[in-house]
């Protein structure tokens, strides 16, 4: 016996757009904002504009869904590294080798999704990345400030430029152990000035 289904009308989805945001991710991530093009995305996806377009709506919404999916999979766990139970200087230490561990870990999307769209020429995309960079940015320096007020600013400054610097470099094709080795050393620099 064979049972037939109705089929609503139109052609079905052939993408699941949570599948969707992740494989943009991977092209945002290896190529950067501007360098990925609608017609690119819609290759990767197998899709056709129109349909691009009435899932996504603009490149710049599926770059914000991406932002948003990379924060919830894919990013640093800051929550979990900069912990209260352990001296600050020793969390922040953890922070910088988690970062070159993340940034290297695919070397066709080296270093940070974020961070490297921060200086793309697209407005909306650069000021969308900025936010999430600016959130991190302050979820340091609120970390540091708790129990090195005096101290905050300046040292969640450095690990934000030595952050930056290790997403510069992993895009350059600097390895792990050379991105660890930049790690280790600002960390010898973080224990120098905040002491336990």
């Not at 129990?147 to 290790?166: K, Q």
């Amino acid at each position: 016996m064979t049972t037939n289904k109705l089929r609503g009308r139109g052609r079905p989805r052939t993408f699941d757009p949570a599948e969707a945001v992740a494989s943009a991710r991977i092209l945002f991530h290896a190529r950067g904002y501007d360098a990925v093009s609608v017609s690119d995305m819609t290759t990767m996806l197998g899709i056709n504009p129109p349909s691009f377009y009435a899932a996504f709506g603009s490149k710049i919404s599926l770059f914000k869904r991406v932002l948003d999916y990379w924060a919830g999979s894919g990013a640093i766990p800051m929550e979990s590294i900069l912990r209260p139970d352990r001296p600050v200087s020793l969390s922040l230490a953890v922070l910088l080798e988690e970062a070159a561990r993340h940034y290297a870990s695919d070397p066709s999307a080296a270093g940070c999704l974020v961070l490297e769209n921060t200086r793309c020429d697209d407005k909306d995309a650069r000021e969308a990345a900025l936010s999430f960079n600016v959130a991190a940015e302050d979820a340091i320096r609120e970390y540091i400030a708790l129990r090195h007020p005096e101290n905050a600013d300046c040292v969640a400054d450095f690990v934000s430029t030595t952050m930056s610097g290790l997403s510069a470099k992993a895009r350059n094709g600097h390895g792990l152990a050379q991105l660890l080795a930049t790690a280790r050393l600002a960390a010898i620099a973080l224990k120098g000035v905040l002491p336990h």
